[in-house]
């Protein structure tokens, strides 16, 4: 059974993977940053990075800061949606997520690391600066 459940962990990140990849248009400009974790590390990991087109990115040994958005996304995610949410199934966790994710935390939420932008109005900055270069 925990075999199992690790593989269908794996396979999950994968999927998770491929549909970010697939929601992107412009992927030679996303980054991967992970830990140092061993599915992270992988040879075949990294060549569904390089398939991908994605620039990979991991933390410094030792070096706690470098996953502190990541990190801060997580806290933000368990404490404004998470946390106080009655058990619900996981269907119903999965569609709360993408909306919390795509229609919450990118379009609406205003974020301090972003000058109180959201992440849409910053990734639209971007790309008006790219087309005027």
Do not use: P
């Amino acid at each position: 059974m925990e075999f199992k459940q690790r593989n269908e962990h794996r396979r999950d990140k994968s999927c998770c993977l491929e549909n970010g990849c697939q929601e992107q248009k412009n992927r030679g400009s996303l980054i991967f940053h992970s830990d140092r974790g061993v599915q992270y590390a992988s040879k075949k990991f990294a060549n569904t990075l390089e398939f991908y087109g994605l620039t990979r990115s991991m933390c410094r040994k030792g070096n706690c800061w470098d996953n502190a958005v990541a990190e801060s996304f997580f806290k933000s995610l368990k404490t404004e949606l998470i946390y106080g949410n009655k058990l619900i199934k996981k269907e119903k966790m999965e569609l709360e997520i993408f909306e919390y994710i795509e229609i919450w935390y990118n379009k609406k939420r205003r974020h301090s690391t972003l000058n109180y932008q959201t992440i849409e109005e910053f990734n639209n900055q971007n790309k008006i600066y790219k087309n005027v270069a």
